[in-house]
Nanobody, 125 residues
Framework: QVQLVESGGGLVQAGGSTRLSCAAS????????MAWFRQAPGKEREFVAS????????NYADSVKGRFTISRDNAKNTVYLQMNSLKPEDTAVYYC??????????????????WGQGTQVTVSS
């Protein structure tokens, strides 16, 4: 059974940094595109970043480009999201997602077949 478990969320001051982790289990994910999405209260889930199965190609939403970095360690079946220069508008529940079918990622939520339970990130001003 495929399982994704996020960790690393919490309360951060504006301008600060934090790193989210997503531990995957149930299969080898090195051929799967992985991504991070987020959902703020009262808003739809939105794409944050994606990474190719090999880790060689990444994509970012314009709102986080230059501040967030997605990476992966396939030996550990883990994906990371380094979040720097955080802003109050980054406050959301952050979800990890796995394609299970394709190596190349994109920003479409329906493309991803497995999801974690989410981790809260709150940025205080």
């Amino acid at each position: 059974q495929v399982q994704l478990v996020e960790s690393g969320g919490g309360l951060v001051q504006a301008g600060g940094s934090t790193r989210l982790s997503c531990a995957a289990s149930g299969r080898t994910f090195s051929s799967d595109a992985m991504a991070w999405f987020r959902q703020a209260p009262g808003k739809e889930r939105e794409f944050v970043a994606s990474i190719h199965g090999s880790g060689g190609t990444t994509n970012y939403a314009d709102s986080v480009k230059g501040r967030f970095t997605i990476s992966r360690d396939n030996a550990k079946n883990t994906v990371y999201l380094q979040m720097n220069s955080l802003k109050p508008e980054d406050t959301a529940v952050y979800y990890c997602a796995a394609s299970l079918l394709f190596e190349s990622g994109n920003g479409v939520a329906a493309f991803y077949r497995a999801w974690g339970q989410g981790t809260q990130v709150t940025v205080s001003s």
